[in-house]
């Protein structure tokens, strides 16, 4: 599986972005697939995951209630929509994919995308 992020971009406080994760093969149907990001000087860091059926997602407290994950099997495309966006959400976004595994754990995933900048200003 090779995924694509885009939709990164500078944003205003309290603005919106939806981030998109192109995927190329058949098998992303089955993958769970989430979204982690990485500011700079520090880990790379669990945001949100959806399962493969579309029927459980999984959320970072800190986004909780301001971004939904979602993803359309047929386009095999995933989403973040992120709203009311925070200064402390700036960081370079990553999409990934994973067959077994722990959902909010990244090292159970063995596909990633090659990150979108998201950049919040105060």
């Known amino acids: 599986v090779q995924l694509q992020a885009s939709g990164g971009g500078l944003v205003q406080a309290g603005g919106s972005l939806r981030l998109s994760c192109a995927a190329s093969?058949?098998?992303?149907?089955?993958?769970?697939v989430a979204w982690f990001r990485q500011a700079p000087g520090k880990e790379r860091e669990f945001v949100a995951a959806i399962s493969w059926s579309v029927s459980v997602s999984y959320y970072a407290d800190s986004v909780k209630g301001r971004f939904t994950i979602s993803r359309d099997n047929a386009k095999n495309t995933m989403y973040l929509q992120m709203n009311n966006l925070k200064p402390e959400d700036t960081a370079v976004y990553y999409c990934?994919?994973?067959?077994?595994?722990?959902?909010?754990?990244?090292?159970?995933?063995?596909?990633w995308g090659q990150g979108t900048l998201v950049t919040v200003s105060s």
């Open positions: 093969g058949r098998a992303f149907r089955s993958y769970t």
């Open positions: 990934a994919a994973q067959a077994v595994g722990s959902p909010t754990d990244r090292r159970s995933y063995g596909y």
